[in-house]
């Protein structure tokens, strides 16, 4: 399978080329040149399958040329034969119509493990076989760096630095971080905010200091590997609720808009899907681009679900492309200007095919409280305030009449309830446990080292720390 940019101009790489390289060199991103699309019959013929031969079935177009058939079925058996729960993702019923689809069995209790686990994997099998080293560098607000540490965590040709603003992640996410003892990884903590952070990270990305010594490699959701891992659970959950012989719709908490393009992907790959829920809490620049065209980025407000506090959603381009006509050049232009001004329309096609597939549904605080007592209450489910938001956004497409009464409604289970206690406490009354298979994480020994505020700091620890290529 070939790979185009989103921004026209950056060579056409392979799947091993394109996760190496996550962003695009013209600052786009990758997606596959044409979907790979299996008929009803083909989809029907993977019921009953594991999740792992089940992944290796969705990823085999995609990998094609890169992995051998061989070695993409042991991929899937490695990462997948390894989650705290034997069916790596399974469905939960909430009534006669909703849905909770549990994507929170891998180490780090959120489903960035299902992604990361496969793309640290992959990135061992490309360097092994260019016998080249990659150094991971990344900005975390929590759930993406503890599941990136323990995805490449102990891997030979991988060694990953991990910047966290200090005292801004809760514990649970930081202790997932700093307890991990593996020679390659290297947490920093440091004196700001999350955005300061990220600043860092793009600033070494630029610096030929950095890059003229060291290769350097991206895990955030830009990556297309990562989504590509995502389109599985779409069609795992889909199959056993009936598919391909019944829609079903999705609500899925989103930030970034990974996960959710993911179940995009899915659905042009023949799956039949009758919505996407695109569920925000109260930073709301999708649901204000899904509804009325207008994307414009204004502050970001902290909420409970830290991991949804996002203003631009980088993913979002990839939708905008490939609704718009897949014209790289006007995407450019498109998204240029949307970087000077922080604001722009979407085009009449891009509207058009975004409310072909998507709803959107907005969160507050208190909406996502709800959702919680209201799972507690009628279902007897502890689940977390991410999760908390889908299901609000569930709960409000089934009583506005967006998705009929015959139609299943799935939210995504984002996140394992144990990760963010504080806001479970408080609506439902309980604290909930770290399942068994966590061990005593508040026993380890944590390690990080304190970086003051300045890039100079970060770069030179990098610089310092890293093993020689
Ligand atoms: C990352 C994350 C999200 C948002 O996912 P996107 O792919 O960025 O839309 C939602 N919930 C949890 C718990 C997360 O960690």
């Given at each position: 399978m070939e790979y185009i940019s989103t921004r026209g101009s950056a060579p056409t790489l392979d799947f091993e080329g394109a996760t190496l390289a996550g962003l695009a060199s013209d600052g786009g991103l990758y997606l596959p040149r044409e979907w790979p699309r299996f008929s009803e019959a083909e989809i029907r013929g993977m019921r009953g399958m594991p999740y792992p031969e089940l992944a290796a079935t969705i990823m085999r177009p995609f990998v094609a040329g890169s992995l051998t058939d061989d070695e993409l079925d042991g991929l899937c058996h490695t990462v997948y034969g390894d989650f705290g729960h034997a069916a790596v993702a399974p469905l939960v019923q909430l009534n006669e119509q909703q849905w909770l689809l549990e994507l929170f069995h891998g180490p780090t209790l959120a489903f960035k493990d299902v992604a990361l686990q496969m793309l640290g994997r992959l990135f061992e099998t490309f360097l092994e076989r260019r016998d080249e080293q990659l150094k991971i560098v990344g900005a975390t607000s929590g759930d993406t760096g503890s599941a990136a540490i323990r995805a490449v965590a102990g891997l030979d040709r991988v060694e990953i630095f991990m910047l966290h603003p200090k005292g801004k992640v809760s514990d649970v996410q930081r202790r997932q971080m700093t307890t991990v003892r593996a020679p390659n990884v290297h947490n920093l903590a440091i004196d700001g905010s999350f955005d300061d952070a990220q600043a860092h990270v793009k600033r070494m990305f630029r610096d030929s200091d950095v890059t003229g010594t060291l290769k350097l490699g991206a895990v955030n959701s830009i990556n297309w590997a990562r989504l590509m891992a995502q389109v599985v659970y779409y069609f795992y959950s889909a199959l056993q609720l009936g598919g391909p012989d019944r829609k079903i719709a999705y609500s899925v908490p989103t930030g970034n808009f990974g996960d959710v393009f993911a179940g995009y992907v899915a659905s042009r790959m023949g799956l039949p899907i009758e919505r996407l829920i695109v569920a925000t809490n109260v930073n709301d620049i999708l649901h204000r681009a899904i509804t009325d065209g207008d994307y414009s980025a204004g502050g970001v407000t902290p909420t409970i679900t830290p991991s949804m506090d996002i203003q631009v959603s980088s993913n979002f381009e990839r939708l905008l492309f490939d609704c718009g006509g897949r014209d790289g050049a006007a995407l450019a232009d498109q998204m240029h200007a949307f970087e000077a001004s922080k604001a722009m329309r979407l085009t009449p096609a891009q509207a058009e095919g975004a409310a072909s597939l998507f709803t959107s549904m907005r969160a507050d605080q208190d909406d996502t409280t709800r959702a919680l007592a209201?799972?507690?209450?009628?279902?007897?489910?502890?689940?977390?305030?991410?999760?908390?938001?889908?299901?609000?956004?569930?709960?409000?497409?089934?009583?506005?009449?967006?998705?009929?009464?015959?139609?299943?409604?799935?939210?995504?289970?984002?996140?394992?309830?144990?990760?963010?206690?504080?806001?479970?406490?408080?609506?439902?009354?309980?604290?909930?446990?770290?399942p068994q298979r966590c061990g005593d994480l508040f026993g380890r020994e944590e390690h990080f080292t304190e970086i003051g505020g300045h890039y100079e700091a970060s770069r030179d620890f990098v610089l310092q720390n890293a093993t020689a290529a």
């Open positions: 209201w799972a507690h209450r009628e279902a007897a489910q502890i689940i977390d305030p991410h999760t908390g938001v889908g299901l609000h956004g569930s709960l409000a497409a089934g009583e506005a009449g967006v998705v009929g009464k015959d139609v299943p409604i799935v939210t995504l289970a984002t996140a394992h309830p144990a990760k963010f206690p504080d806001a479970v406490e408080r609506a439902v009354g309980m604290r909930p446990a770290l």
